[in-house]
């Protein structure tokens, strides 16, 4: 069982700013795409933006582009969420995810397509 530790999450005000990261195994990491997810309350898992292998592709979920941005270190097996102009819209518990892949430069949007799962980490935005 592959573990990702997500970290970073907290409460803020709108307008604020947050960083979220996520660890896993180093081989594991470096050979899988990576996502984050986020379930508000008493909604479904949504897509928020992946990345691929190479940290050279990432793709958002319309309702963050332009405010969230997502990256990758290889090197230290961490995955990042940089948020920004944050909203109370955005309060949800934000996951990160990783799938095995033998494609470099490909993303997923879906959450059946991930194999591993952090166990979340809470963000909560005040207005």
């Known amino acids: 069982q592959v573990q990702l530790v997500e970290s970073g999450g907290g409460s803020v005000q709108a307008g604020g700013s947050l960083r979220l990261s996520c660890t896993g195994p180093?081989?594991?990491?470096?050979?899988?795409?990576m996502a984050w997810f986020r379930q508000p309350p008493g909604e479904e898992r949504e897509f928020v933006a992946a990345?691929?292998?190479?940290?050279?592709?990432?793709g958002y979920a319309d309702s963050v582009k332009g405010r969230f941005t997502i990256s990758r270190d290889n090197a230290k097996s961490t995955l990042y969420l940089q948020m920004s102009s944050l909203e109370p819209e955005d309060t949800a518990v934000y996951y990160c995810?990783?799938?095995?892949?033998?494609?470099?430069?490909?993303?997923?949007?879906?959450?059946?397509?991930?194999?591993?799962w952090g166990q979340g980490t809470q963000v909560t935005v005040s207005s």
């Open positions: 990345i691929d292998r190479a940290g050279r592709f990432p």
């Open positions: 180093g081989p594991t990491f470096s050979s899988s795409t």
């Open positions: 995810a990783a799938r095995n892949n033998v494609n470099i430069f490909s993303i997923y949007v879906r959450g059946d397509q991930y194999d591993y």
